[in-house]
């Protein structure tokens, strides 16, 4: 039973460029949440995607979307980049039937902004 | 102010110890509680819910308090393999089943032998 995958794991950017980070959440799970998290601090809530729609976002920038398909994979894309945009970005999917208490997060995926 | 605050340590203890790690929250709205472990370089990994009346699994108990907003972990006989970053994590569930977790900063453990 595959977990949560997500890709790349590694990526390397500059300045004002823009990324876009995929996730596979894990068999049977339809929701799935997006952190960030910067080094030596906790993963940050970015939103979170069910039924293919935003349900739920954080304190982020218009910068910070994504996008939820049939499939319920999804993607984060960040436009214009910073240097602060540099971190690991998760990705955590759950079931909605369990609400999002049981998480189980991807190994993420490093952001470098140069 | 921040939905959970953590000592962030570093606790560095031998092998054998017991350790105790504490967070506090400012929502009184809180509906869930959690201690996550992240390895280094690594995902965060469930490690167990907390219970009002607490509850414990193996060497490791969890408590909370909700009238002080407050929870704690213990872990007993430490292991070189307790070696890792422990989160605190509670979820606020605003009128939805989609809750969304806040997670504290972390407190990391190092166990040596």
């Known amino acids: 039973d595959a977990g949560v995958t997500q890709s790349p794991t590694h990526l390397i950017k500059t300045r004002g460029q823009q990324v876009t980070l995929r996730c596979s959440p894990k068999s049977g799970h339809d929701t799935v949440s997006w952190y960030q998290q910067a080094l030596g601090q906790g993963p940050q809530f970015i939103f979170q995607?069910?039924?293919?729609?935003?349900?739920q976002r954080g304190n982020f920038p218009d910068r910070f979307s994504g996008h939820q398909f049939p499939n319920y994979s999804s993607e984060l894309n960040v436009n214009a980049l910073l240097l602060g945009d540099s971190a690991l970005y998760l990705c955590?999917?759950?079931?909605?039937?369990?609400?999002?208490?049981?998480?189980?997060f991807g190994a993420g995926s490093r952001l470098t902004v140069l | 102010r921040k939905e959970v605050e953590q000592d962030p340590g570093p606790f560095n203890v031998p092998e054998g110890a017991t350790v105790a790690f504490n967070c506090t929250y400012s929502n009184s709205a809180s509906q869930s509680f959690f201690w996550y472990r992240q390895d280094c370089r690594k995902e965060p990994k469930l490690l167990m819910s907390?219970?009002?009346s607490g509850n414990e699994d193996g060497r490791f108990t969890a408590q909370l308090n909700r009238a002080s907003q407050y929870i704690s972990l213990l872990i007993r006989d430490s292991k070189l393999s307790d070696s890792a970053t422990y989160l605190c994590?509670?979820?606020?569930?605003?009128?939805?089943?989609?809750?969304?977790?806040?997670f504290g900063r972390g407190t990391q453990l190092t166990v040596w032998p």
């Open positions: 907390v219970y009002s």
């Open positions: 995607y069910y039924e293919e729609e935003e349900r």
């Open positions: 994590v509670v979820n606020i569930a605003r009128g939805s089943t989609l809750g969304r977790l806040y």
């Open positions: 955590a999917s759950s079931s909605y039937r369990d609400g999002a208490n049981v998480l189980t």
